[in-house]
């Protein structure tokens, strides 16, 4: 039996790209890409996703008075496709509790810093500015918070004197290429136990 997931993305789509890629090279056993969705229409995600054959759904933002009628019509789409565990890869949206209860410890998300530290926006800056000497990226358990549920998986990349964001990023970005793709084979090799904040895996 293969786990049907979704991954969600609301912009250029890289980390959607490198699990179409792994997906392409059969090294996601166990996993069905049934839908890739985004609550921006114009989304690059999108693009990728029809590129490799994958039903593209956007469910736009703006056409709904409130993020309840907008998460009802992303649920709607996600059930009706039978999909199991949702994958935000760069996807811009808090989600609410109520959304989440519906993939109970099974929507994770990629976030570009070691988390706990600089979770919500411009990561690298914030990890930048406040002067670390070691930065990374987290794939974590999504809860109702911005970047805050459970760690399933950290990887970390040096900072350079000379870095800019740019430059940072770029380097964090090739580890996050390499890190999501390794937490879908999670979802897929789970369920994931957890224990408050801690998750076990393997
Ligand atoms: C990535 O840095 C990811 O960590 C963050 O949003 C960015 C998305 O990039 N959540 P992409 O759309 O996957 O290229």
């Given at each position: 039996m293969s786990l049907r997931i979704a991954v969600l993305a609301s912009g250029r789509g890289s980390n959607l790209?490198?699990?179409?890629?792994?997906?392409?090279?059969?090294?996601?056993?166990?996993?069905?890409?049934?839908?890739?969705?985004?609550?921006?229409p114009?989304?690059?995600?999108?693009?990728?996703?029809?590129?490799?054959?994958?039903?593209?759904?956007?469910?736009?933002?703006?056409?709904?008075?409130d993020r309840a009628a907008f998460e009802a019509a992303l649920l709607a789409a996600l059930r009706d496709r039978g999909v199991e565990a949702v994958v935000l890869a760069g996807f811009m949206r808090l989600l609410s509790p109520a959304f989440l209860g519906a993939f109970p410890d099974r929507v994770i998300?990629?976030?570009p810093s070691l988390l706990p530290s600089f979770p919500g926006l411009h990561a690298v800056r914030q990890a930048l500015e406040h002067g670390v000497k070691v930065a990374?990226?987290?794939?974590h358990l999504v809860d109702g918070g911005t970047d805050s549920g459970a760690i399933?998986?950290?990887?970390?990349?040096?900072?350079?004197a000379d870095d800019t964001e740019d430059a940072l990023g770029a380097r964090i970005l090739v580890e996050e290429h390499r890190?999501?793709?390794?937490?879908?084979?999670?979802l897929a090799a789970?369920?994931?136990?957890?224990?408050g904040r801690r998750a076990t895996l393997g």
């Open positions: 790209q490198a699990i179409l890629d792994e997906r392409a090279a059969s090294r996601l056993p166990g996993v069905e890409l049934v839908m890739v969705g985004s609550d921006v114009g989304a690059a995600a999108l693009d990728r996703a029809r590129a490799a054959g994958v039903e593209a759904v956007a469910v736009d933002r703006q056409a709904f008075a998300n990629i976030h990374g990226c987290t794939v399933l998986l950290q990887a970390a990349v040096p900072v350079m890190l999501l793709p390794e937490g879908v084979r999670l789970g369920p994931i136990r957890r224990v």
